[in-house]
Nanobody, 125 residues
Framework: QRQLVESGGGLVQAGASLRLSCVAS????????LAWFRQAPGKEREFVAG????????SYSDSVKGRFIVSRDNAASTMHLQMNSLEPEDTAVYYC??????????????????WGQGTQVTVSS
């Protein structure tokens, strides 16, 4: 049984919006930090945004700050990533990840123990 399941990716034109969702198992929802990463072809996986359960703190990479918003729906155990003003440079596979430490919002992929299967986002110019 997969513990993190992403959805919402697709093909859009530059300037459009998309909302990604990550449904987490009950085991991963409470107390843990959840984050979004992305990986473009030929590039390393990079941090996009994260949310810490214990105080609701959020963090964003400089490349998406002001355009993307991460949020949590506790009733549905779902984390969303609202992506606005999309650019061709945002094209990548987007992954949801969970850090069972939960103390901080890490920006390195190795800090996260659980990963979803990814969802493709393609932005055309």
């Amino acid at each position: 049984q997969r513990q993190l399941v992403e959805s919402g990716g697709g093909l859009v034109q530059a300037g459009a919006s998309l909302r990604l969702s990550c449904v987490a198992s009950a085991r991963l929802w409470s107390r843990y930090t959840l984050a979004w990463f992305r990986q473009a072809p030929g590039k390393e996986r990079e941090f996009v945004a994260g949310s810490r359960w214990r105080d609701g703190a959020t963090s964003y990479s400089d490349s998406v700050k002001g355009r993307f918003i991460v949020s949590r729906d506790n009733a549905a155990s779902t984390m969303h990533l609202q992506m606005n003003s999309l650019e061709p440079e945002d094209t990548a596979v987007y992954y949801c990840a969970a850090d069972t430490g939960g103390l901080r919002i890490g920006t390195r992929a190795l800090e996260y123990e659980f990963w979803g299967q990814g969802t493709q986002v393609t932005v055309s110019s």
